[in-house]
T-cell receptor
Framework: GAVVSQHPSWVICKSGTSVKIECRSL??????MFWYRQFPKQSLMLMAT?????????EQGVEKDKFLINHASLTLSTLTVTSAHPEDSSFYIC???????????????FGDGTRLSIL | GENVEQHPSTLSVQEGDSAVIKCTYS??????FPWYKQELGKRPQLIID?????GEKKDQRIAVTLNKTAKHFSLHITETQPEDSAVYFC?????????FGAGTTVTVRA
């Protein structure tokens, strides 16, 4: 079945470092991808919607200059956490609808998530 | 935007008993309601879903009900087993966007 590949699965880095997370749709085209953040023992919160060939749409309260999203192809979306600080430590996960033109009432495909730890 | 409330936040049941989790949503445009099971550090796994034109759906020990008028939906797990212990999230979907509930930590006591 359709799969979304997310890398890296775990990142530990120093404060001030920028970290890039990739989500790749392996056997389908993803014109849209969603990026979520999940703090420990909390729910998944939508951060932004990534749109192929156009600017991402950010949810209220999410700093677009800090969380840079690029969706340059139909199979790849990236999230870059710029100048990361300890408070950015979280579980980041992407999801994609099952293909171009798929109805909105279909299960989405999730990546495996990236655990980001900023020291 | 959509607001999904989920209750209870924790649920402890004896093995073999039933577990029920309830969610409400605010946006009448939401038309798809998936339920996810998430284990620590892993991606959410879809366990059952229901679309807005259906009132009830069952898959073996798991069932979901939807009341569109009242804007609430529920997950029912019967004959619970230790492997059902996990965090469960409900979600409401409108135009592909998922809004998740806060989650329910289910513990099945052997």
């Amino acid at each position: 079945g359709a799969v979304v590949s997310q890398h890296p699965s775990w990142v530990i880095c120093k404060s001030g470092t920028s970290v890039k997370i990739e989500c790749r749709s392996l056997d389908f085209q993803a014109t849209t991808m969603f990026w979520y953040r999940q703090f420990p023992k909390q729910s998944l919160m939508l951060m932004a919607t990534s749109n192929e060939g156009s600017k991402a749409t950010y949810e209220q309260g999410v700093e677009k200059d800090k969380f840079l999203i690029n969706h340059a192809s139909l199979t790849l979306s990236t999230l870059t956490v710029t100048s990361a600080h300890p408070e950015d430590s979280s579980f980041y996960i992407c999801s994609a609808p099952p293909g171009q033109g798929a109805p909105g009432n279909q299960p989405q495909h999730f990546g495996d998530g990236t655990r980001l730890s900023i020291l | 935007g959509e607001n999904v409330e989920q209750h209870p936040s924790t649920l402890s049941v004896q093995e073999g008993d039933s577990a029920v989790i309830k969610c409400t949503y605010s946006d009448s445009a939401s038309n798809y309601f998936p339920w996810y099971k998430q284990e620590l550090g892993k991606r959410p796994q879809l366990i059952i879903d229901i679309r807005s034109n259906v009132g009830e759906k069952k898959d073996q020990r798991i069932a979901v009900t939807l009341n569109k008028t009242a804007k609430h939906f529920s997950l029912h797990i019967t004959e619970t087993q230790p492997e059902d212990s996990a965090v469960y999230f409900c979600a409401a979907v409108n135009d592909y966007k998922l809004s998740f509930g806060a989650g329910t930590t289910v513990t099945v006591r052997a």
